[in-house]
């Protein structure tokens, strides 16, 4: 009897779920690339229209629908920009929780050496518990503030002002309502924006991330990238299949499937037809979250 294309489905996925755990468990290293669909999957997607309209509902009411879609905006004045980026940042740091399947993730690969890189901003791998001496996050975080004219390469904390700040925004105008709170910098009196990359740290963090990929050079290594589409490929897919190409004894395994937000677009597990020949990659077309539940109750036998 033939196999509906259900079961062929289930099939093929239990077949890969297998394949990418016997790497994990006979691999020297393992490395972990991790960009927004890992979050997604976790609940906190910036495509999230009912999340959007529950922590930005001003920002909804006026007609934008969600974060990804004001990650560049026509000027604000700063009153508007320190309302909706603290509110934002405020949401992503503090209100959700530290997620489930960041905690099961790091239980699959905890005492591997194991080391990641995300393109992440929202600190879900420092807040369930990585150790963060083997996790760079390579498009910062949300965490620092910067001057805008770039006086000085000092950073300040985000975290006072987001206290300080929070209870002044005014919900009919969804502007900060005294305006003399506002942060400049102390130097130059330019307005101050998030640091992301711009902090002191950046460069010694980005070191021990090329340090641990050197250190594969001979050794077995699993290469898991999990949710990283084409937002900014230079960070980890393209490198990714570079390291897997000419690495030689890597799998790369590609965890990658469209938001469920946002059918049609995304879903990018393709892998280039140079790695499927050297058989040096698998593509996994499924949603994060499944791929590691699945590992974990492996884990768990
Ligand atoms: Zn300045």
């Known amino acids: 009897m033939k196999n509906t294309p259900k079961l062929e489905e289930q099939r093929e996925f239990t077949e890969k779920i297998e394949k990418l755990h016997a790497w994990l468990n006979t691999a020297d290293k ?13 609940g906190l997607s910036y495509l999230d229209e009912e999340l959007f309209k529950k922590f930005q509902p001003e920002m909804a009411a006026r007609g934008y629908r969600y974060p990804y879609e004001l990650f560049q905006h026509e000027p604000w004045p ?13 949401f992503v740091r503090y209100v959700f929780p530290p997620a489930e399947l960041y905690k099961k993730l790091l239980k699959i ?7 990641v890189i995300t393109s992440n901003c929202d600190r879900q791998f420092m807040r369930t518990g990585f150790p963060m001496e083997r996790v760079f996050e390579a498009q910062g975080s949300y965490d620092r503030l910067r001057c805008t004219a770039r006086c000085t390469r000092e950073t300040w904390e985000v975290k006072p002002y987001i206290d300080k700040l929070l209870p002044l925004i005014d919900p009919e105008t969804f502007m900060i309502s005294d305006e003399s709170a506002i942060p400049y910098c102390p130097y130059c009196g330019a307005p101050l924006d998030i640091a992301f990359r ?4 950046y460069k010694a963090e980005r070191q021990r991330y090329v340090d641990f990929v050197e250190s594969t050079v001979g050794k077995k290594l699993c290469i898991l990238e999990i949710g990283v589409g ?3 490929p230079v960070v980890i897919r393209w490198p990714f299949e570079r390291l897997a190409y000419y690495h030689h004894d890597a ?8 938001y469920k937000e946002w059918p049609g677009h995304g879903g990018y597990p393709m892998v280039p037809q140079e ?6 990659a698998t593509e996994m077309p499924y949603d994060a979250a499944h791929v590691i539940e699945a590992l974990y109750q492996k884990i768990k036998e």
């Open 198 to 201: 711009a902090f002191e740290r």
């Open 275 to 280: 790695l499927k020949l050297k058989a040096a």
């Open 230 to 232: 084409f937002n900014t």
């Open 251 to 258: 799998h790369l395994f590609r965890v990658n499937t469209e």
């Open 30 to 42: 393992i490395l972990i690339g991790a960009g927004a669909g890992l979050s997604a999957a976790a």
């Open 78 to 90: 700063q009153a508007r920009e320190w309302a909706y980026n603290l509110r934002h940042i405020h």
């Open 109 to 115: 690969v905890q005492g591997k050496d194991f080391f």
